[in-house]
């Protein structure tokens, strides 16, 4: 009978990371960022139906980078979590730091597992507060550890020379075309010090979570007119706030297949 080749657990870990690592730098990067009277979530995105930022509960948004599969599964993990404990108890209780919470322990749960492969998923969870201080965003990696970020967070491909290029450019304070400017340009900048690509609103998928919103709901989409006169410079286009038609993203919905992003 052969020898069983042993793999020290450090090394097995370093492994799995290793690989999870990979996946998720292969999917375009996500960026998430606060402004005046909110947090603003852009992606590259050309898909209109796999959506890479999504709606939660009614202060809560999700947006993720990896394998549309696994985080999809995750994400209707999290709205039903949020409507049980919701409907349960009261809706203020439903709140981003306790959803990051059973995200990080599925996560590291699936990461130690030595029956299955990690989630190649880097997620991102944030909550809009009263004011700008009590706005909440948190980044959780495949292992299931937690980081607490403050104003600025980039997901994916290219994460650490986008978030270098966010940090020297970030302010409090920012208008909303402000922040998605900044957003875009981060995310079309040519990490090798290349010429910046142009980014059409075709290619963006942008959201916010807007404190200002009378309604319960803080969530919205910015689409097609209103992005391109954003991303144009025109303020005016800030003050739309004509709901988005697709409504809240329900936990019934099957995901659609099994492709990277």
């Known amino acids: 009978m052969s020898t069983p080749f042993y793999v020290s657990p450090q090394q097995a870990m370093a492994d799995r990371a290793e690989y999870a690592r990979k996946g998720i730098a292969r999917g375009r990067s996500v960026v998430v960022l606060t402004y005046a009277d909110g947090i603003v979530f852009v992606a590259e995105n050309t898909s209109r139906a796999l959506h890479k930022v999504s709606e939660i509960y009614d202060k809560i948004a999700f947006a993720a980078v990896g394998r549309y599969n696994e985080f999809e599964n995750l994400r209707i993990g999290g709205v039903?979590?949020?409507d049980l404990r919701g409907y349960t108890y009261d809706r203020a209780d439903v709140t981003a730091r306790g959803l990051a919470n059973v995200?990080?322990?599925t996560l590291g749960t699936i990461f130690s597992s030595v029956g299955e492969k990690p989630y190649e998923v880097e997620l991102i969870v944030a909550e809009v507060g009263r004011s700008n201080e009590d706005d909440q965003i948190y980044r959780l990696t495949p292992d299931g550890s937690v980081v607490d970020e403050k104003n600025y967070?980039?997901?994916g491909g290219n994460a650490d020379s986008i978030g270098n290029y966010l940090g020297q450019r970030h302010r409090a304070g920012f208008s909303l075309t402000e922040a998605i400017k900044v957003a875009v340009d981060s995310l079309a900048r040519d990490p090798n010090g290349g010429s910046p690509?142009?980014?059409t609103p075709d290619q963006l998928e942008v959201a916010v979570l807007d404190r200002q919103r009378f309604q319960q709901r803080k969530f919205k989409r910015i689409l097609g007119g209103q992005l391109a006169?954003?991303?144009d410079g025109d303020q005016s286009?800030?003050?739309d706030d004509s709901d988005d038609t697709e409504g809240r993203e329900k936990p019934a919905?099957?995901?659609p297949g099994d492709s990277d992003q």
Do not use: D, G, I, M
Request: proline residues 5%; charged residues 20%.
């Open 80 to 82: 039903r979590y949020a």
């Open 103 to 105: 995200y990080a322990q």
């Open 153 to 155: 967070v980039v997901v």
């Open 197 to 199: 690509r142009a980014l």
């Open 229 to 231: 006169r954003l991303l």
């Open 237 to 239: 286009a800030e003050s």
């Open 253 to 255: 919905v099957t995901p």
